[in-house]
């Protein structure tokens, strides 16, 4: 299982980033799959989940300015991350696993993660 973040870099606040997630070793069609990140001198948290059913799950700070989606033709996870603020700077994941019929923001429930992309948000 092999999951490759990309698409983060540094931004001024109130811009906006694309994430993209390759996903490679596992049927990513069948998979709940995640974004999570971990900012400096924070804990890592869930940001938002999509099961594939379509069914999301976005973390109470982000609803509205992030969306998770997912192109099952090119085994891609993507995170649109609008309006962003130095808060939302961080160490950004995806994962992989768990039970495919829940979203889920806890990163107990996943088995597959990948290297991370940073995102910086600064004036």
């Known amino acids: 299982v092999q999951l490759v973040e990309s698409g983060g870099g540094l931004v001024r606040p109130g811009g906006s980033l694309r994430l993209s997630c390759a996903a490679s070793?596992?049927?990513?069609?069948?998979?709940?799959m995640a974004w999570f990140r971990q900012g400096p001198g924070k804990e890592r948290e869930g940001v938002a989940s999509?099961?594939?059913?379509?069914?999301?799950d976005y973390a109470e700070s982000v609803k509205g300015r992030f969306t998770i989606s997912r192109d099952t033709g090119n085994n891609t996870l993507y995170l649109q991350i609008g309006n962003l603020q130095p808060g939302d700077t961080g160490l950004y994941y995806c994962a992989a696993g768990g039970n495919r019929f829940h979203p889920s923001l806890f990163p107990q429930y996943y088995l597959y993660w990948g290297q991370g992309t940073q995102v910086t948000v600064s004036s």
């Open positions: 999509i099961i594939p059913g379509g069914a999301t």
């Open positions: 070793g596992f049927t990513f069609s069948d998979d709940r």
